[in-house]
């Protein structure tokens, strides 16, 4: 009762505080560009709802923010394990001190139900304290030396990384992408999904500050926001010569775009793509339609469908096709929106 009193008065606050006249900026080189070719956020549930409007990024802010994010890059890389890792540490600490701020921006901005709201933010704490475990655990030399030898080993960061996030889980998947390459010592360019541009703002101001609480000297330039069309700044970051990292989350058509993109660059860049799938089900005839239609809605529609393993087809026996949909129709039309 009362984690639902305090989510309610989250929204009802955050709907006050939000203002469709209020233009979110790009953020690039430790400095806010508000630029006057913008583009709207809305409330999905409700597209008549405006949240805010956001700056569109233009090819010269590219220029400028790789050029930045290159140069932090030769500073971070040489800050030790245990600064960066602290740093993600004390981003999970704000994160979990904002939790309902940021339910409530996924309920507005992302169309989340409250209960998988709440669990997307739990997902984003868990990255930032994994990750920051993770970074210190692989500075631990782990190789075997031999009489008369000394081997050792270490890990070395990679350049510019370029984090192009989908709109389905746009603070876990963001976050998890882009602290993962910050901790490990390379800077980062965040190109957000359009229509949750605030999101990513928020959380990367959250971490942006966590940065300068305990790493300020390093902060110029290390984060970078470029919202806009990923036809145009996704593809420019993807080819620039400067960006050597791609973490992408989204279509199969896109990622695949962004390989074919990253493999003919010089040098070759890293690239981590996860892309889209269909995913089935399969309903036998000896299976009990008790547990497997309940099982099959909340795998179709759980996370307002927007799960990327939400179930998405069904291959039912045919024995038991026509008393399956008719039961499936019932349940489905029973889900209250």
């Known amino acids: 009762k009362l984690n639902r009193q305090r989510m309610k008065h989250a929204i009802n606050s955050l709907e006050q505080e939000l203002d ?26 409700n597209p008549t709802e405006v949240l805010g409007r956001v ?14 994010a290159h140069q932090a890059y030769f500073k971070w890389s040489q800050a030790k394990a245990e600064l960066r890792s602290s740093v993600l540490k004390l981003a999970a600490q704000k994160l979990k001190d904002n939790r309902y701020k940021f339910n409530a921006l996924l309920c507005l901005e992302a169309g989340k139900p409250w209960l998988e709201a709440d669990g997307e933010v739990s997902e984003a704490i868990d990255f930032l304290e994994y990750y920051a475990t993770q970074a210190l655990e692989m ?15 270490h890990y070395q960061a990679y350049g510019v990384a370029v984090i192009i996030s989908p709109w389905n889980f746009p603070l876990a998947i963001m976050s998890g992408m882009t602290v993962a390459a910050l901790v490990m010592g390379n800077s980062v360019i965040v190109k957000p999904s ?11 101001n959250l971490l942006n500050q966590a940065v300068k609480d305990l790493a300020g000297d390093y902060a110029k330039g290390l ?5 806009g069309d990923g036809k145009t700044i996704g593809s420019y970051l993807v080819a620039h010569p400067k960006t050597r990292l791609i973490a992408f989350t989204g279509s199969t058509a896109v990622g695949m775009n962004i390989h074919d993109t990253a493999t003919q660059a ?7 793509t996860e892309m889209g799938g269909k995913n089935a089900i399969i309903i036998d005839e000896s299976a009990d339609l008790d547990e497997a239609i309940p099982g099959l809605i909340h795998s179709a529609f759980g996370y307002a469908g927007q799960k ?30």
Not at 55 to 68: L, P
Not at 223 to 227: M, Q
């Open 223 to 227: 984060i970078n926001f470029l919202p």
């Open 308 to 337: 990327c393993s939400a179930c998405s087809r069904v291959i039912i026996h045919e024995n038991i096709y026509q008393q399956f949909i008719e039961r499936l129709v019932e349940a489905a039309q029973a889900i209250n929106i």
């Open 194 to 204: 359009q229509q949750t541009s605030i999101i990513a703002y928020e959380f990367l």
């Open 20 to 45: 469709r006249e209020r233009l979110y900026p790009v953020y690039l080189d430790g400095n806010k560009i508000y630029n006057d070719n913008c583009f709207e956020s809305l409330n999905p549930a």
């Open 266 to 272: 010089r040098p070759v860049k890293r690239v981590i």
């Open 139 to 153: 500075q631990v030399n782990k190789l075997r030396s031999l009489p008369g030898e000394k081997n050792t080993n």
């Open 55 to 68: 700056s569109h990024s233009t090819i010269q802010d590219c220029d400028r923010a790789i050029e930045s």
